[in-house]
């Protein structure tokens, strides 16, 4: 407890310590200084006074600060600063102290800084004040247009030197802008006693002036500025101003000269009552020249001839023009007008043919004038009619004109009936791969076909092919090389000379050759077996998705193979198995070669056969080992398999007292050994491996000896 209560104590000192020495300068939200600036607009050349003052009197130890300025705008002239006073608390009375800042030339050397520092005590704050208002004062000149931020920043601290050109963040809140123009020079304006003058403007020294709206005066036109009163030198507002300057108006008093109004007439135009100004060509609707006019408003437009409705003075006829006069109501002008000639008014044009109906010629007569006749002759085509042959025909005539007075006339006649005209055609052949065709007749005439010379029998042209017979086509038949090392696969036509052969790639599989080849987009496989007293039997098998999976049936030792020696076997290898009478062929390991999940595999047992059961076996994960079936007197059995399996076969004598289930087989997962453990079990799975093959080949054999329909490559 004691320990605690010291421990709080330390921390307690410590506190009153930090409170006692951290300087007011820390509290960011309160400055101890205040700025203000002489003016926020000013001109290039002219002087900008910023003042610095004490904020209150501040208790501080040694402390410094400063006004921050832009030195592409402003340069510093002058700096200043006052005696301030120091209050010792423990004397009870103020004392006075120095402040040291920077020169200008210091405050133009740095990076736009002008400041001062003060050493009041190295170890604790005193009170101070200034004996002014004015603490830090600086004086600055414009010296570039733009506008420009003038800051205050401050900082303190118990150290015994401290450097003014600190060039520290500036102060929240304590920015000033001061905005600097360029020189300026004013224009002004004299009216020179007329109207009323503009006001002046200001431009820029050394820039161009924008003109002013014109003054305007009644009576008089103004002709410009100039730059003295007698107007005698124009002011140029496209050149530069560095000057100020007044400018006085040029005016110009009109003498207004009467123009009586005229009256306008059809032709001519007329005029209003005005005046103009024979010196400076102006207009005026007034005598004493107030209201200008533009020159198109003295104007009345001419009235234009007002025309009667008319008479004809000439009557058209079908060929010539008539003439229609008009009179102005106005005045005695006349004017005439052409009318369109009638044109000929053909009325039931008739047509004449030829005798051979070769030509035709039109006639009409003009209603307006008989003496007017049109005519015109033509040349006639003609189309036949001759569809079907050997029927009466016809012969269409039609004549066509170019006036369009006349319409296209058409004229039928029968003609004599026409016979077909056949072409006759041999037939051709039936192949394997070509078509083939019946003999015909074809007439050029209607483009029919018969069967017949008299054409009697009618036939589509469809019906004259006989389609290719397509190969038939039978194998496939292999050729192997005598030792093996080679083979081919041929596929043959029955009916014609086609052959498409293939070269086999052989692979071996113990003593297996395993001949494949593509053909027709289909894998085929051949087998040859190499003689082997280890083969005891072949199986083979095709599973569901059509390709070949292989089983060798492999030899066991002689003494495991009889009945003699069954009981060593029940020891070893089949300690559940009760009948003496059993013989166990083999107990193995099956997977199908190319990982399909299902394959039938039918199993030739040698020993097997008339008077012979064979028993086989499957091995279930969940309930042991299953009958897969077992058949009599015969020396093979088809088993199913999936995918990899413990298969077992026995054999045994066919019996009235046979029973379904005489034999259980070893449970692999417990009695038959690791095939990884040794070599010899290792050599085990190569031959079930081989074993696969062999009945693979067994199935291929089977195929082979199949007779195969032929197949059409058409």
């Known amino acids: 407890m004691k320990a605690l209560k010291k421990t709080a104590l330390i921390i307690l000192a410590l506190a009153l310590s930090l409170a006692c020495v951290l300087p007011v300068f820390a509290n960011a939200s309160q400055s101890n200084l205040t700025m203000s600036v002489s003016s926020t607009s000013v001109k290039v050349g002219d002087k900008v006074t910023v003042t610095v003052k004490l904020n209150g009197q501040p208790e501080l130890a040694n402390f410094a600060g400063g006004i921050n300025f832009d030195k592409t705008v402003f340069k510093c002239t002058s700096t200043s600063s006052v005696l301030i006073d120091v209050y010792d608390s423990e004397l009870g009375e103020w004392s006075g102290r120095s402040i040291d800042h920077s020169t200008p030339k210091e405050a133009n050397d740095s990076n736009g800084s002008a400041g001062f520092t003060v050493v009041l005590s190295a170890k604790n704050n005193v009170k101070i004040k200034s004996r002014n208002t004015a603490l830090f004062t600086v004086e600055f000149e414009a010296i570039k247009a733009g506008s420009a931020q003038f800051t205050i920043y401050e900082k303190s601290g118990a150290i015994e030197n401290m450097s003014y050109a600190f060039n520290q963040d500036p102060v929240s809140g304590s920015a000033k802008t001061v905005t600097v123009k360029n020189e300026t020079v004013t224009i002004s304006f004299d009216a020179n006693g007329h109207g009323t003058a503009p006001k002046a403007i200001e431009v820029e020294k050394g820039k161009t002036a924008t003109k002013p709206a014109d003054p305007t005066a009644t009576g008089y036109l103004f002709q410009g500025w100039f730059k003295e009163a007698a107007c005698t030198n124009a002011f140029d507002w496209s050149k530069n101003v560095n000057e100020s300057i007044t400018l006085y108006a040029k005016w110009h008093k009109h003498t207004p000269v009467k123009t009586e109004a ?95 109906n070769s030509k035709v010629t039109a006639t009409a007569v003009c209603s307006r004038d008989a003496s007017h006749k049109l005519t015109e002759t033509v040349t006639a085509t003609r189309t036949n009619s001759l569809t079907p042959c050997g029927q009466e025909g016809t012969a269409t005539y039609k004549a066509t004109f170019k006036n369009a007075v006349f319409t296209s006339q058409t004229k039928v006649v029968k003609i004599a009936s026409v016979p077909h005209t056949l072409k006759h055609y041999d037939a051709e052949p039936v192949s394997c791969e070509d078509d ?86 289909e894998k085929l496989t051949d087998i040859k077996r190499v ?169 291929v054999v089977l195929l082979i000896a199949k007779p195969r329909k032929g197949r059409h490559y058409n």
């Open 436 to 521: 083939g065709r019946i003999e015909y007749w074809y007439c050029t005439v209607c483009g029919k076909y018969f069967t017949d010379s008299a054409a009697k029998t009618e036939v589509k042209s469809d019906a004259l092919v006989i389609e290719a017979l397509g190969h038939d086509i039978q194998g496939p038949e292999w050729t192997w090389a005598e030792d093996l090392s080679k083979a081919s696969v041929a596929y043959s036509c029955t009916r014609c000379d086609y052959k498409e052969t293939a070269e086999a790639v052989i692979t071996s599989e113990g003593d297996l050759r395993i001949a494949t080849a593509e053909m027709v987009a």
């Open 531 to 699: 003689a082997s007293d280890d083969m005891v039997g072949i199986a083979s098998a095709k599973n569901s998705s059509g390709i070949a999976a292989w089983v060798a049936v492999m030899n066991h030792e002689a003494e495991k193979l009889t009945s003699e020696n069954a009981a060593a076997v029940e020891h070893d290898e089949l300690k559940d198995a009760k009948a003496e009478d059993i013989t166990v062929v083999w107990q193995k390991h099956l997977k199908i070669a190319d990982g399909s999940e299902q394959a039938s595999v039918t199993l030739k047992v040698d020993d097997a056969g008339e008077g012979k059961e064979i028993l086989a076996y499957r091995w279930d994960a969940e309930n042991g080992w299953q009958l897969s079936g077992f058949v009599k007197n015969t020396d093979s059995i088809t088993v199913s398999i999936e995918g990899e399996q413990e298969v077992a076969v026995a054999v045994r004598p066919v019996t009235e007292e046979s029973s379904v289930d005489p034999v259980k087989p070893v449970d692999p997962g417990k009695n038959v050994p690791d095939r990884n453990a040794d070599a010899e079990n290792s050599s085990m799975l190569k031959y079930i491996g081989i074993g696969l093959g062999a009945a693979v080949l067994a199935i």
């Open 262 to 356: 005229k009256a306008a007439d059809c032709e001519h135009d007329g005029n209003i009552e005005y005046w103009s100004c024979s010196e400076c060509g102006k207009y005026f609707s007034d005598k004493d020249g107030k209201t200008e006019i533009k020159k198109s408003a003295t104007v009345t437009k001419a009235l234009g001839h007002d025309w009667d409705a008319g008479v004809v003075t000439t009557e058209p006829t079908c060929d010539k023009e008539g003439v229609k006069t008009y009179t102005c109501k106005r005045c005695p002008e006349t004017k005439t007008e052409k009318i369109k000639a009638l044109g000929h008014d053909w009325t039931n044009p008739t047509y004449t043919w030829s005798s051979d």
